[in-house]
């Protein structure tokens, strides 16, 4: 048989015996890389993040695009223009494009601090030295460029209207409180030459760099912080009060919570792996964190968020290490390999492993045999889990959460991070399992159950365990149930949805598992919107830049916090005359 030669179908995707054997034996659907193997991550970011901040994402980073996106909008609805999402396009990319130029040249004091996100950066940054910009330069791939982003944010706090075919409107539409954004924004850059001779016209020629840099100075994401005369009240009118009383009050408490923790450790910045800590253990280096009386409720709902994302980790990271193990010992795919193979594999890594002494728990042996409960309890005895679900949990250098997510962040296969990742569940289940804790967490209740069977919630899985631990099962009957019901099955079960796209990296064949050479997506933490919610406090006028030193809350931010909310009306009131037009 003569072999074939290799062949480029499309990028990323080569035939060719030596790549896929015969063309008669590959695969029907080619393999999609995939990132959420388990499907755990879209129980934080789709069920627990909503409830927490309600219209504030990881992609919803700028309050003031709120303002100029209004803006855009009612332009394009003020003119005699088909309403057309490709009139819309045609109209909105050069204004957007014009935007994110003018937030690269912008000089003001104010704009040291503003983080990333800036849309179309990636295309627009190169260009922000030359001495004109054309608005028609193709700054991102998406047609509607960041408004596309944002869409949904702005519909959810009630100043936009979607588009559908069951409200009949021809396009996006502002409600009255859109329509007052968008004027509070057209107010604020109403003294420049952008806005007097350019935006108003068909944009078909190149703008000046000045012209940007003057623009940017009145309208740029920055300056939202300093228009109290135009956009920025309305924000905080809207970011404080706008959707259902639960979602705004959810909002407040966690802004609210976001500006307590912005006066602790006052020496550094804030970053994201600072900002898990302190919700989570509520200290770090030496610095501890007492949320104010008021906010325990909330400070809590975050800390079982953090707990949920270490709970995560645990079993991405065993199916990077099961998927690794399995395709070294199935020569990467070739052949399939028994279950009882890879129990004997668990069983030798936990039989010879040394995480007992990496850690220094001492003079003591993890086997196989060992009893889950014993180590549980050994864990215990060094990491102090008496502190209730409001306390400051005291950290441990080698043993505690942070330690164990550390330590295995890598793709280090060894016996040791078995071991961590079955030391990370069972902390986690000391944790917020010991009698009386549940009991006590009323409503929160309900977010330990977020990912039920489908997505391996934590009430019904520590249910579970603790039948198995009280049955005296072994870290090798716990191994394999972890691996088996919570690896493997739910691997498959999140697979198969995504059918057609291929992302199988395992699959069951009997008693046996197909292991495929495909890379396993790194086990980290998925993102907790802090970028997004320390902006937005920032750039919302309520505190200096979270990731500098010596934070300073301004009169608002300090109103917020100790009132529990700014006062309300300001977008109820610019909104009148455009809800009284009409009704006309």
Not at 142 to 154: F, I, N, Q, V
Request: a neutral charge.
């Amino acid at each position: 048989m003569t072999t074939s030669t290799s062949k480029e179908t499309e990028p990323g995707l080569v035939w060719g015996w030596e790549h896929t054997g015969p063309v008669w034996g590959a695969k029907a659907y080619p393999p999609m890389s995939g990132q959420d193997h388990l499907g755990l991550g879209s129980v934080s970011s789709d069920r627990i993040l909503p409830t927490l901040s309600p219209g504030i994402n990881v992609l919803t980073v700028h309050p003031r695009y709120w303002s100029f996106y209004s803006f855009v909008i009612d332009e394009f609805w003020a003119r005699h223009l088909p309403r057309t999402r490709a009139a819309f396009r045609d109209f909105y990319r050069p204004r957007e494009a014009l935007f994110s130029m003018a937030c690269h040249v912008c000089d003001t004091k104010e704009h040291a601090t503003v983080g990333g996100n800036v849309i179309g950066s990636r295309r627009v940054s190169s260009l922000a030295l030359g001495n004109s910009f054309d608005p028609a330069f193709d700054y991102i791939k998406e047609p509607l460029g960041g408004y596309s982003l944002y869409r949904s944010a702005m519909e959810a706090t009630g100043i936009l209207v979607i588009a559908t075919p069951a409200n009949g409107f021809a396009f996006d539409a502002l409600t009255p409180t859109g329509r007052a954004l968008a004027a509070a924004y057209r107010d604020a850059i109403s003294s420049t030459e952008l806005w007097r001779n350019h935006l108003s016209g068909t944009l078909d020629e190149s703008v000046s760099r000045d012209v940007l840099v003057d623009f940017a100075r009145h309208g740029c994401l920055c300056r939202l912080r300093v228009a109290k005369k135009y956009d920025l009240p309305l924000l905080q009118d809207l970011f404080t009060h706008a959707g259902t009383p639960a979602q705004s009050a959810a909002r407040r408490q966690t802004l609210r919570l976001l500006l307590d923790l912005s006066q602790t450790g006052q020496d550094d910045g804030i970053s994201e792996h600072t900002f898990r800590v302190l919700i989570y253990f509520r200290q770090i280096d030496g610095v501890r964190y007492k949320a104010q009386a008021d906010l325990a409720g909330v400070a809590r709902r975050w800390r079982l968020y953090q707990a949920r994302e270490y709970f995560a980790f645990a079993f991405n990271r065993l199916l990077g290490w099961l998927v690794r193990q399995g395709a070294h010992e199935s020569g990467e795919g070739l052949v399939v390999l028994p279950l009882t193979r890879i129990w004997e594999l668990v069983d030798d890594a936990l039989d010879s492993n040394d995480f007992a002494k990496q850690t220094r728990m001492g003079n003591v042996r993890v086997r196989s045999s060992t009893s889950a409960v014993r180590f549980a309890d050994l864990l215990a005895s060094r990491v102090d889990l008496k502190p209730d679900l409001d306390d400051v949990w005291p950290p441990h250098q080698t043993l505690d959460e942070r330690a164990l997510f550390e330590w295995c962040s890598n793709d280090i296969d060894d016996a040791e991070t078995l071991v961590a990742m079955l030391a990370l569940v069972l902390l986690i289940y000391r944790r917020i399992w010991l009698p009386g804790r549940i009991e006590n967490l009323g409503e929160d209740e309900q977010l330990l159950a977020e990912g039920d069977s489908l997505r391996i919630g934590m009430l019904r899985f520590f249910e579970k365990l603790t039948k198995r631990l009280m049955a005296g099962a072994t870290l090798s009957e716990l191994a394999r149930w972890l691996i088996h019901d919570f690896v493997i099955v739910q691997h498959e079960r999140v697979a198969t949805a995504k059918l057609p796209d291929d992302t199988f990296r395992l699959r069951r064949v009997g008693d046996s598992v197909q292991f495929f050479p495909h890379q396993t997506a790194d086990a980290k933490l998925n993102n907790s919107r802090y970028g997004a919610l320390s902006t937005t406090a920032h750039e919302l006028g309520l505190v200096s830049s979270l990731r500098d030193p010596q934070r300073k809350l301004t009169m608002a931010g300090r109103q917020l916090l100790t009132k529990g909310d700014l006062p309300a009306g300001a977008l109820a009131a610019a909104a009148e005359p455009f809800a009284q037009e009409l009704e006309q």
